[in-house]
């Protein structure tokens, strides 16, 4: 079980954390990504922390901008999000993966477990 939280109104530039928890065992063998959807939109790829490595990996839309924590001691995956855009505005979801590949990592359908979504609004 995983789901998201964090989300709520924030105004351009602006900062939000979100968090991914996940309940079960052997947390730092899943690879973790953070998505996100806009009404009418298909689900994007903002970031993913990749199993046993320190890195993550960002779309190039967040970047600079967002950053990916990893906890594997409470099983969590934050998401903190500076410098927010009204175009930012989507529900963000994490899910999670323990045999995706690196080039997968933007593939949504690769990710076996996805939380419930957490919405991000992001008023000009």
């Known amino acids: 079980l995983m789901f998201a939280s964090g989300g709520g109104l924030v105004q351009t530039g602006g900062s939000l954390r979100l968090s991914c928890a996940a309940s079960g065992s052997n947390f730092g063998s899943y690879s973790i990504g953070w998505f996100r959807q806009a009404p009418g939109k298909e689900r994007e790829f903002i970031g993913a922390?990749?199993?046993?490595?320190?890195?993550?990996t960002y779309a190039d839309s967040v970047k600079g901008r967002f950053t990916i924590s990893r906890d594997n001691a409470k099983n969590t995956v934050d998401l903190q999000m500076n410098s927010l855009k009204p175009e930012d505005t989507a529900v963000y979801y994490c899910a999670a993966s323990q045999r995706i590949i690196y080039s997968d990592l933007r593939r949504p359908t690769r990710y076996n477990y996805w939380g419930k979504g957490t919405l991000v609004t992001v008023s000009s």
């Open positions: 922390s990749i199993r046993w490595n320190s890195n993550p």
